[in-house]
């Protein structure tokens, strides 16, 4: 069983930069389908980019393409989210995800019933 870990989070202020860590264990190996979301309160889960794990092209959401950038350390297991330029609306819970059915490629995406293993999350809190 995979189990996911995110860390990294904590308040900054306006304009300020946090990068997330999603730790996979035991492993997570090339070929899955891995994406972040976050969920501010009394929101709905936001998807904020998707990546099949191996291909070089990530999926971003709108609201975040051009300061959020995913990377991947597949010795390390852990998926990353680079955040810039944040501002008061980026404050939300962030979680990682996986689909561990690896259905391929074509089925990745920001569609939250894609995915089927959750982290717990980590809180990003951005001041004014």
């Known amino acids: 069983q995979v189990e996911l870990a995110e860390s990294g989070g904590g308040s900054v202020q306006t304009g300020g930069s946090l990068r997330l860590s999603c730790a996979a264990s035991?492993?997570?190996?090339?070929?899955?389908?891995m994406g972040w979301f976050r969920q501010a309160p009394g929101a709905e889960r936001e998807a904020l980019v998707s990546?099949?794990?191996?291909?070089?092209?990530?999926y971003y959401a709108d609201s975040v393409k051009g300061r959020f950038t995913i990377s991947q350390d597949i010795a390390k297991s852990t998926l990353y989210l680079e955040m810039s330029n944040l501002k008061p609306e980026d404050t939300a819970v962030y979680s990682c995800?996986?689909?561990?059915?690896?259905?391929?490629?074509?089925?990745?995406?920001?569609?939250?019933?894609?995915?089927?293993?959750w982290g717990q999350g980590t809180q990003v809190t951005v001041s004014s």
């Open positions: 990546i099949y794990i191996g291909r070089p092209t990530p």
């Open positions: 995800a996986a689909d561990l059915a690896r259905r391929g490629p074509a089925l990745c995406s920001l569609n939250p019933g894609t995915y089927n293993t």
């Open positions: 035991p492993y997570i190996l090339n070929n899955y389908c």
